[in-house]
């Protein structure tokens, strides 16, 4: 009769442990990998350390206290230079993917399939996580579930589903909304499709710009509230304010995202991360115009200042391919 207590009692110091341990791990960006019995007679078990994954890195920036701010990046180059300059996480949105890589507008023109390659691929390039934008992840709960399951296959820390129908982004009279329970339905297929438990499903919606009246904060909240009860982990309202943040928080019950807020106020409200989006490209776009302009006016590019070959050299990995090129020349006897 005492063997199921003692089970419990057991049970709970291991789950004390664990959280223990786990909170050590968001400090230390290390996990406790496995148990090792201590060599000794009677020493106490050892832990053996692993690196957290994309997804545990990303989890634990929703649950520490603060706000998180994430650089969109159209590129591995520009996802390193993110990384190495302090950032924890970077974004692939659908607005950057579909001009930057396939020339379109981000009208729902661009695959899912194409979406997943081009966020995977950044994503693959860094070790902090990446939030790859999703698009509604198809026609169905059935597509979710599919693409959910390939988001997670490609490297890819959290996506974010939207409840616009297609065409999107063309504002009220020509894009729409999804029906709540439409779209609740999704997330719960894509919550079905988690085969990692950290990874991150962030609900976006577009009601404050495509709901009548535009700008009701309270269809906001029923529909963060809705998208929380089936399974998102984080809710994305578009169109809001920072004064409404934390109203917004407090109703629903899960970490907020936001889109190209002021980050300094905002980090006197519960927002969770703060994504700066569709600033960067088109500037960078701009400046390599004038560069070939000079270049057919003048027979050449125009000098411009380039970054520190440091910053170049950590960026491409430079000194890890030097060493192992020296290494392996040894070997072969070059």
């Not at 692993?50 to 990303?58: C, D, I, S, Y």
């Not at 009208?107 to 698009?135: C, N, Q, R, T």
């Not at 509230?225 to 019950?253: C, H, L, M, R, S």
């Amino acid at each position: 009769m005492d063997r199921p207590t003692k089970t419990s009692n057991a049970g709970k110091k291991s789950a004390s442990r664990r959280d223990f341990i786990q909170a050590g791990a968001v400090l230390t960006g290390t996990l406790a990998a496995a148990v090792v019995p201590g060599v000794a007679s009677g020493a106490a078990p050892a832990t053996v350390a692993r690196p957290l994954t994309a997804t545990e890195k990303f989890r634990a920036l929703l649950q520490r206290p603060g706000l998180t701010v994430v650089p969109e990046a159209h590129s591995i180059f520009a996802a390193r230079l993110a990384e190495i300059n302090g950032f924890e996480a970077i974004y692939s949105g659908g607005n950057m993917i579909s001009a930057m890589h396939l020339g379109f507008e981000d009208y729902g023109i661009v695959s899912i399939s194409e979406l997943i390659k081009v966020g995977g691929h950044i994503a693959s390039g860094v070790d902090i996580p990446a939030i790859v934008d999703s698009d509604q992840l198809g026609e169905t709960a059935l597509t979710v579930y599919r693409h959910t399951k390939e988001y997670q296959r490609a490297g890819i820390a959290a996506l974010h589903v939207e409840d616009t129908r297609n065409p999107k982004h063309q504002g009220a009279g020509t894009s729409s909304l999804m029906p709540v329970e439409e779209m609740a339905l999704r997330l719960q297929a894509a919550k079905e499709a988690k085969a990692d438990p950290n990874f991150t499903i962030i609900a976006r919606s577009d009601s404050m710009g495509l709901f009548s009246p535009q700008g009701d904060l309270n269809e906001s909240i029923r529909r963060g509230k809705a998208y929380a009860a089936a399974g998102a982990d984080a809710f994305f309202p578009t169109g809001v304010k920072v004064e409404q943040v934390n109203q917004i928080a407090d109703a629903i019950g899960i970490s907020v995202v936001c889109l190209n807020l002021p980050v300094n106020p905002s980090r006197n409200t519960k927002m969770k991360i703060a994504i700066q989006a569709v600033q960067v490209y088109q500037p960078a776009m701009k400046l390599y115009q004038d560069m070939i302009l000079s270049l057919k006016a003048n027979g050449q590019f125009p000098k411009m200042e380039r970054l520190p070959q440091e910053t170049v050299d950590k960026v491409m990995h430079t000194d890890k391919y030097k060493e192992l090129t020296q290494r392996w020349n040894k070997i072969r006897g070059a």
